[in-house]
């Protein structure tokens, strides 16, 4: 049973920075994709950024590209949304997601559709 753990969200001002975590246990990780998504206030849920497993490859969604980064330590099961110069507009639920079935050839339309199996329970980020 595969279970994600979201951590690092805070309430902060903007310009500031911020780490997001996301842990995953319950079986092993050595390939697949993990995606972060977020959903602001009152909006549909988007996805912002992914990574695939084996490859490293990573895919950042255009209006975030230039501020935050997606890595991972599999040493650790952990992967990382690291967010720089944050904004208002960047207030939202942050979830991580998990897809065994996904490969850097498709990490992108998997990102976009959301079409993830595994969820972590979100970790909130606030910029005000």
């Known amino acids: 049973h595969v279970q994600l753990v979201e951590s690092g969200g805070d309430s902060v001002q903007p310009g500031a920075s911020l780490r997001l975590s996301c842990t995953a246990s319950?079986?092993?990780?050595?390939?697949?994709?993990v995606a972060w998504f977020r959903q602001p206030p009152g909006k549909d849920r988007e996805g912002i950024a992914g990574i695939s497993i084996a490859d490293r490859c990573a895919y950042h969604r255009p209006s975030v590209q230039y501020r935050f980064t997606t890595s991972q330590d599999r040493a650790r099961n952990t992967w990382y949304l690291q967010m720089n110069n944050l904004t208002p507009e960047d207030t939202a639920m942050y979830y991580c997601?998990?897809?065994?079935?996904?490969?850097?050839?498709?990490?992108?339309?998997?990102?976009?559709?959301?079409?993830?199996?595994?969820w972590g329970r979100g970790t909130q980020v606030t910029v005000s």
């Open positions: 319950g079986s092993t990780f050595d390939r697949g994709c």
């Open positions: 997601a998990l897809d065994r079935a996904c490969s850097w050839l498709n990490l992108e339309r998997s990102v976009r559709s959301g079409s993830f199996p595994d």
